[in-house]
């Protein structure tokens, strides 16, 4: 971390797999699904595990809520994504998306180029910007669909991110995901 803090993993067993977390005392960096692409990209090589430390109790409470259910407040945690400005763009507007809907990566990429005073912004930058998104879950990249709703380019997995959705209510259930809760 640029401020010095310590950073801390920790780890929670969710219904998609267990996720890494990382964290300084005072908020979360990092939330990582099982074989997420780019895992830890962000992570400092002298992070140590700290599974009761600083932020990790909250986070746990946070996730605990949402895998059953709830709708708890994202800005409940304070989050601490280490990026690029773009990418910081990127995610302010992934942050923006409501509970239980979905847009598209050209959607995204249209409002980082206005917020930027561009033009137009291609879909595949706003696409690997997304993709590269540290916080998953809190920063809701899962609620990104390609044009006509497709699931596509999920870093933690295509399954992962039609369970993430099924469970808010953004889409219906998908016969054959693995992790499809059946209601």
Known sequence: MADGSKVFTAHYLSPVGLLTLAGTPDCLTGLWLPKQQYFGRTLPADAEPGEGEGIFPMARIWLDRYF????????????APGGTPFQ??????????????????????????RRM???RMACRAAGGAIARNPISILIPCHRVVGTGGRLTGYAGGLAAKAFLLEREGALPLVPGNPFASGR
């Open 68 to 79: 059953a259910g709830e709708r708890p407040d994202p800005a409940a945690l304070p989050l």
């Open 117 to 119: 005073g561009r033009e």
């Open 88 to 113: 910081q763009t990127v995610w302010e507007i992934l942050r923006e998306i409501p509970y239980g809907t979905v847009t598209t990566y050209a959607a995204v990429a249209r409002e980082a180029a």
